[in-house]
């Protein structure tokens, strides 16, 4: 079974930054595909960003393209979501999320592995 810890979340004001940081517990971030998904209150879980396995290959929601990166250190087994110019309406619960298999995805019920989350909150 795999952990994933998170940690990096916080209250920050408009326009500010964060880097949210997740590792997976007693496996090598180069073993999955990963992403990050958020839940606003009252909202469904909708995906921000994933990395390839293989490739490094990312992609990032039309939301936040632009203003958020994902990217993963192996040496740090580590995958990380930088966060710029920040929004109130990115504040949410952010995920980060595990897969088998080689490419990340943009739907919630491909992924085996959750972390616990982690609240981010932008306040204007």
């Known amino acids: 079974q795999v952990q994933l810890v998170e940690s990096g979340g916080g209250l920050v004001q408009a326009g500010g930054s964060l880097r949210l940081s997740c590792a997976p517990s007693?496996?090598?971030?180069?073993?999955?595909?990963m992403g990050w998904f958020r839940q606003a209150p009252g909202k469904e879980r909708e995906f921000v960003a994933g990395?390839?396995?293989?490739?490094?290959?990312?992609a990032t929601a039309d939301s936040v393209k632009g203003r958020f990166t994902i990217a993963r250190d192996n040496a740090k087994n580590t995958v990380y979501l930088q966060m710029n110019s920040l929004k109130p309406e990115d504040t949410a619960v952010y995920y980060c999320?595990?897969?088998?298999?080689?490419?990340?995805?943009?739907?919630?019920?491909?992924?085996?592995?959750w972390g616990q989350g982690t609240q981010v909150t932008v306040s204007s």
């Open positions: 999320v595990a897969r088998f298999g080689t490419y990340y995805s943009l739907r919630v019920d491909d992924y085996a592995y």
């Open positions: 007693g496996r090598t971030v180069s073993s999955y595909a």
């Open positions: 990395i390839n396995r293989s490739s490094g290959t990312t």
